[in-house]
């Protein structure tokens, strides 16, 4: 009878456990987990809370609440392809993972910082980073070897160029500008530009704006609305090579040299062709990634969420 009772209990144990922790996807031979799944969509929720500026709590993660389904569905489609990469052999070594490792802890005084920064990002301990980590570094070494291999022909970029509203623009105002705390720094400032000294050299000199001074005040090129009021209405109603007089705002006093305008239309096709091409291998990676999964049977079982 107690040998009848210890094979009854052994036998429950399986189910009793996929009680716990129910597989929510089959992928191939590997069983997704609810509890991996937890893990993955908690990390994709608090990246998503934090770029749309929210906290992070039960009522702005139920907001969140119906991205479960799809995102069970791309978290398979992902463990398809880990398995494609293991197959072709570009999972790193451990070693490779652990210099990793290393390099993070080296920007923390020490191993319990690194994992109390770890549990407030959603990751649990040193352990389930290595394995995210691994992971990532296996994804990125397979995509990496099929983009290199992909050809982006002149005529698609340039289709892609004249067909894409992102890479047009509005009237674009070129300027620079010197930051002083004061008035009066400002007022000397001013002077030293109308004796002759170039704008770019001043502006290397005395500016208080960190993200400009060192490249001479330049502020690139940017359309109407971009800047706070106050420089905005200066900035427009200088003419190109033009020079304002002192303006005030909440960050301090401000000398604006407008450059020139460029007119409606096109940014250059050189000036983007990066971002083109890796927007038409970003697709193509997409469409080639669902291919090489293709053989690997996924079934999803949502309702155990």
């Known amino acids: ?87 072709k052999g570009f999972f790193p070594l451990p070693d490779s993972v652990e210099a990793r490792v290393e390099g993070l802890k080296g920007a923390f005084p020490e191993e319990k910082a690194l994992e109390e920064a770890l549990r407030e990002a959603g990751v649990p301990d040193l ?42 623009h509005p009237t674009l105002y070129c300027a620079r500008h010197i930051l002083l705390p004061t008035l009066e720094a400002a007022k000397e400032a001013l002077a030293r530009l109308e004796r002759g000294e170039a704008f770019s050299e001043v502006a290397q000199a005395l ?35 033009e020079v304002s007089s002192p303006v005030g705002t909440e960050y301090g006093f401000h000398l604006i040299l407008l450059e020139r305008v460029v007119p409606p239309g096109r940014y250059p096709l050189e000036e983007v062709r990066q971002d083109l091409e890796d927007q038409v291998k970003g697709r193509a990676w997409e469409k080639l990634a669902r291919a090489l999964i293709r053989g690997v049977p996924i079934r999803l079982f949502p309702e155990r969420l």
Do not use: N
């Not at 969140?64 to 398809?80: D, F, G, I, S």
């Not at 990496?144 to 005529?155: D, I, K, N, Q, T």
């Open 1 to 87: 009878m107690r040998a009848f009772f210890l094979a009854l209990a052994l036998g429950l144990l399986p189910l009793a456990l996929a009680q716990e922790d129910p597989v929510v996807a089959q992928v191939g031979e590997e069983a997704l987990t609810k509890g991996q799944f937890e893990l993955r969509f908690g990390l994709f929720a608090k990246s998503a809370l934090r770029q749309l500026g929210l906290p992070d709590t039960e009522e702005t993660r139920a907001l969140l609440a119906t991205y479960r389904a799809p995102y069970l569905e791309a978290l398979a489609e992902e463990r398809a392809l880990l398995q494609v990469a293991r197959a």
């Open 127 to 168: 352990a389930a980073y290595r394995v995210l980590l691994a992971e990532a570094m296996a994804l990125e070494a397979l995509e990496a070897h099929y983009r290199e291999r992909l050809a982006v022909s002149p005529a698609a970029l340039k289709a892609l160029w004249l067909l894409s509203p992102e890479y047009r």
């Open 207 to 241: 500016s208080q704006d960190p993200g400009s001074k060192e490249a001479g005040g330049d502020l690139g090129c940017a359309p109407e609305g971009t800047y706070i009021p106050a420089f905005e209405r200066a900035l427009l109603a200088l003419r190109p090579g």
